[in-house]
């Protein structure tokens, strides 16, 4: 067992550290304060290879290791916090589960401009009745002649405001394998986007409604059946989330920890009372715990696909190590920490989201507790009770 890098990742690392301190550091404040996509970084990122990294090189990716991406966001989060959503983007999301199972023609009118920093693609997932439990989603495709018949509506959608086109997971027939996945673009008659909302974070979403909006076939990404094969990617887009909420809880410790070996109080620095060394003792061990648990579902993947225990014991880790770490580092450095004048705040605004987003805390730990056990705990009421 080797816990180091090996000198390849090292030497990548240090490529995209530099990358990030050259591009993205001067604009990291504003940049997380403007709740649209960053259209401008992507484009960077395309021209230094960090879109695609675990996409296939023939399909314009690097064919790389989800390791890889996971050393991406952590280098560029460190820099610039708001431009890890784009290694996100461009690696972990909704592109990833496209590349996979995408026909030949679908990837040549979308993947090329998703990998340059073009377009961006948004996952239709969440409805109002169905959140947690997704699969109650209602959201119908109705076969018609050579389309699909869509209705429905979405909730939620990171980008949605300015996505171009929508994967969308909808329900061709009843139950668990009546569930698929159709794109969508933007401008489709009987597509209505509505008006941006905002999360804690200032993220924008906006509701997507579906009244007989016709979808080619042609757009149908996975027919019945395909919901398993979407959990599988969405796996990696939860490596994603769990990789960003630890980098970001990383940049508040950095931050709080340099903030308290220099700022005085009691003609002391801060990092000299103890009542903050043991905080910072604590917040240390609990990045460190979460690293590897992240680092090992990264590393233990299965064609490129990481396993659903190692990803849900990572993210629960991740999800609390980060926003643990981003409020405890608020703490330490008082109504600077709480100000918009650091990122800080932000970070612990945004790690709070990964704890409900991809997954909620609570739901991996249903997952964790199957394994734990070994047996399936069903969530729904038995069938008497659920009619009553
Ligand atoms: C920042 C952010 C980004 C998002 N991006 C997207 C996106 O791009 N696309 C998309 O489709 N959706 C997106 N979502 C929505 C996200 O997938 C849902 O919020 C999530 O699935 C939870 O659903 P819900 O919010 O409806 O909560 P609910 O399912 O109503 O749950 C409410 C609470 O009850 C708990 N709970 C529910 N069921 C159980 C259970 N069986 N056992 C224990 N606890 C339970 C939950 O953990 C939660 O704490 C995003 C959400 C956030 C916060």
Same mark, same amino acid.
């Given at each position: 067992?080797?816990?180091?890098?090996?000198?390849?990742?090292?030497?990548?690392?240090?490529?995209?550290?530099?990358?990030?301190?050259?591009?993205?550091?001067?604009?990291?404040?504003?940049?997380?304060?403007?709740?649209?996509?960053?259209?401008?970084?992507?484009?960077?990122?395309?021209?230094?290879?960090?879109?695609?990294?675990t996409i296939a090189?023939?399909d314009?990716g690097?064919?790389?290791?989800?390791?890889?991406?996971?050393?991406?966001?952590?280098?560029?989060?460190?820099? &610039?916090?708001?431009?890890?959503?784009?290694?996100?983007?461009?690696?972990?999301?909704p592109i990833r589960t496209f590349a996979e199972y995408a026909?030949?023609?679908?990837k040549?009118?979308?993947l090329?401009?998703?990998?340059?920093? #073009?377009?961006?693609?948004?996952?239709?997932?969440?409805?109002?009745?169905?959140?947690?439990?997704?699969?109650?989603?209602?959201?119908?495709?109705?076969?018609?002649?050579?389309?699909?018949?869509?209705?429905?509506?979405?909730?939620?959608?990171?980008?949605?405001?300015?996505?171009?086109?929508?994967l969308?997971?909808?329900?061709?027939?009843?139950?668990? #394998?009546?569930?698929?996945?159709?794109?969508?673009?933007?401008?489709?008659?009987?597509?209505?986007?509505?008006?941006?909302?905002?999360?804690?974070?200032?993220?924008?979403?906006?509701?997507?409604?579906?009244? #007989?909006?016709?979808?080619?076939?042609?757009?149908?990404l996975l027919?019945?059946?395909g919901?398993?094969k979407q959990?599988a990617s969405f796996?990696v887009e939860?490596?994603?989330?769990?990789?960003?909420?630890?980098?970001?809880?990383?940049?508040?410790?950095?931050?709080?920890?340099?903030?308290?070996?220099?700022?005085?109080?009691?003609?002391?620095?801060? &990092?000299?009372?103890?009542?903050?060394?043991?905080?910072?003792?604590?917040?240390?061990?609990?990045?460190?715990?979460?690293?590897?648990?992240?680092?090992?579902?990264?590393?233990?993947?299965?064609r490129g696909l990481?396993?659903?225990?190692?990803?849900?014991?990572?993210?629960?880790?991740? #999800?609390?190590?980060?926003?643990?770490?981003?409020?405890?580092?608020?703490?330490?450095?008082?109504?600077?920490?709480?100000?918009?004048?650091?990122?800080?705040?932000? &970070?612990?605004?945004?790690?709070?989201?990964?704890?409900?987003?991809?997954?909620?805390?609570?739901?991996?730990?249903?997952?964790?507790?199957?394994?734990?056990?070994?047996?399936?705990?069903?969530?729904?009421?038995?069938?008497?009770?659920?009619?009553?």
């Amino acid at each position: 067992m080797n816990f180091a890098f090996t000198d390849e990742q090292k030497m990548f690392a240090d490529e995209i550290r530099k990358f990030a301190l050259k591009h993205l550091a001067k604009d990291a404040l504003p940049r997380a304060h403007d709740p649209r996509f960053p259209f401008d970084v992507a484009k960077l990122m395309h021209a230094q290879g960090l879109m695609g990294i675990t996409i296939a090189q023939a399909d314009g990716g690097a064919g790389g290791t989800l390791m890889d991406a996971v050393i991406a966001i952590e280098q560029v989060a460190a820099v &610039c916090p708001r431009s890890a959503d784009v290694v996100q983007f461009g690696n972990f999301g909704p592109i990833r589960t496209f590349a996979e199972y995408a026909t030949a023609e679908q990837k040549k009118l979308w993947l090329t401009d998703l990998l340059a920093g #073009n377009m961006v693609i948004s996952l239709g997932m969440s409805e109002p009745e169905a959140g947690s439990a997704v699969t109650d989603l209602a959201t119908s495709a109705r076969p018609d002649g050579s389309h699909y018949v869509v209705n429905g509506t979405k909730v939620f959608s990171t980008f949605s405001p300015d996505a171009a086109i929508f994967l969308v997971y909808v329900r061709y027939g009843p139950g668990l #394998n009546g569930i698929g996945s159709v794109i969508v673009e933007r401008g489709t008659k009987g597509f209505t986007i509505g008006p941006p909302q905002r999360f804690m974070s200032a993220e924008e979403w906006s509701e997507l409604h579906f009244e #007989n909006c016709r979808v080619p076939a042609a757009n149908v990404l996975l027919g019945p059946g395909g919901f398993k094969k979407q959990i599988a990617s969405f796996n990696v887009e939860r490596l994603g989330n769990s990789a960003r909420s630890l980098a970001l809880g990383r940049y508040a410790y950095d931050k709080a920890r340099d903030y308290a070996s220099t700022r005085r109080q009691f003609g002391r620095p801060l &990092c000299e009372f103890q009542g903050l060394q043991w905080k910072f003792a604590d917040m240390a061990m609990k990045l460190e715990a979460a690293q590897l648990l992240l680092y090992r579902a990264a590393t233990n993947t299965d064609r490129g696909l990481p396993s659903a225990y190692e990803t849900a014991v990572a993210k629960v880790a991740c #999800n609390q190590a980060g926003f643990e770490l981003a409020h405890e580092a608020v703490q330490a450095m008082g109504a600077l920490g709480y100000s918009s004048q650091t990122l800080v705040e932000y &970070c612990m605004r945004r790690c709070r989201g990964w704890m409900i987003a991809g997954g909620s805390i609570e739901m991996l730990k249903n997952r964790i507790a199957e394994h734990v056990f070994d047996r399936r705990f069903d969530q729904r009421p038995p069938k008497a009770e659920a009619a009553e």
